[in-house]
């Protein structure tokens, strides 16, 4: 629509009418299901229909997501026991693609946003939970959801970027590897982010998978430009 007026075109009504009707609809309004079919299995995924809803662009499947669940399923001897990380997991794509065809010791899904957190968590059980494996009642603030599927160990946790050191120097068990997919898209958020990522690469053999779709350049060469300074210093 901006691209229309900033090129001096006319929208009509009825555009205007259907965005107001996308933008003001209820999280519960614009829930579908997305169906994907991986390793001659089917992932099923809650979400928005809308790219924001609820404040966040974490209510929805990005192609970050995907390509990267498709990569880590071609590697998978690389995850295969390991100890895994998610931040800014959203619906959880990436992690249930890994848990189903990987065999991570442990997987964790991150996330900052209390809905993104609800809906991932419906998602783990939607594809994880059979009879057997019933959630573990937590009292954690920061532990949403935690179950076992074939012998992972799998959490829903609250974690926000600026807390990760404090996270990982909480743990018994220090994740083997962190991973992240479409989650370079607030210039804002990257001090924060490389801080921690660059304390949990202090550790010996760890390191960090970032999928990331470049839709601004400059965004990116920022992320760049903050792992040069950091890692530089």
């Not at 669940?69 to 959203?90: D, Q």
């Not at 959880?92 to 991570?104: D, E, M, R």
Request: hydrophobic share 40%.
């Amino acid at each position: 629509m901006s691209k229309i007026e900033e090129g001096g075109g006319e929208i009509y009504d009825s555009i205007y009418t259907a965005y107001c009707k996308l933008i003001s609809a209820s999280l519960d309004e614009s829930i579908h299901y997305r169906h994907f079919l991986i390793q001659n299995d089917c992932i099923s995924i809650q979400e928005s229909t809308n790219i924001i809803s609820e404040g966040t662009t974490g209510l929805c499947s990005w192609q970050g997501a995907i390509e990267l669940s498709k990569w880590c399923i071609e590697n998978k001897n690389k995850f295969c026991k390991k100890v895994i990380l998610e931040l800014g997991c959203g619906v959880g794509l990436t992690g249930l693609c890994i848990i189903k065809n990987c065999s991570p010791k442990q997987y964790i899904f991150t996330d900052c946003h209390k809905t993104v957190l609800e809906m991932v968590s419906e998602n783990v059980k939607l594809n994880l939970l059979y009879k057997g494996n019933v959630p573990a009642q937590l009292n954690h603030n920061r532990l949403k959801l935690q179950i076992t599927h074939n012998h992972t160990d799998v959490k829903v946790m609250e974690l926000r970027w600026e807390d990760i050191n404090k996270y990982i120097n909480e743990q018994w068990i220090i994740p083997d590897i962190i991973i992240g997919a479409d989650i370079l898209y607030d210039a804002d958020s990257f001090y924060a982010l490389v801080l921690g990522l660059k304390n949990f690469l202090s550790f010996n053999d760890r390191y960090v998978i970032i999928a990331a779709t470049i839709r601004n350049v400059d965004t990116i060469s920022h992320f760049v430009h903050h792992l040069g300074i950091f890692f530089n210093s």
